[in-house]
């Protein structure tokens, strides 16, 4: 198993998450652990465009720094979101489940 392999698996085994995902800067999903495809591909079309937003933002109060993590928090779900320079890592859980 690779680093990516385990580390997915890892972040997955938590208590509450529902969903990995690792999407490259074209909006392409490279790994999911959504069984099923549609999920994936509506959370990788949606999530990295609202990170350039936040990171645009960022940058525009202070263009010394950069955005790192988004967390995005609604009745349903929570989504944890690492913006890096090559891809953007998306982690969707179920925010009740974390907290009991």
Not at 9 to 36: A, C, D, M, W, Y
Not at 77 to 89: N, P, Q, R, S, T
């Amino acid at each position: 198993m690779s680093d990516i392999e385990s580390t997915l698996t890892r972040i997955q085994g938590h208590k509450g998450v529902i969903g990995v995902i690792i999407v490259n800067n074209q909006g392409v999903p490279l790994r999911s652990t959504f069984e099923h495809d549609a999920m994936t591909k509506q959370y990788a079309d949606l999530i990295p465009s609202l990170a350039d937003l936040a990171r645009n933002l960022v940058r525009d109060l202070d263009p010394q720094n950069d955005l790192e993590f988004l967390r995005i928090r609604s009745h349903k779900h929570e989504i944890m979101v690492a913006a890096k320079d090559d891809f953007v890592l998306l982690v969707i859980q179920d925010p009740n489940a974390a907290s009991t």
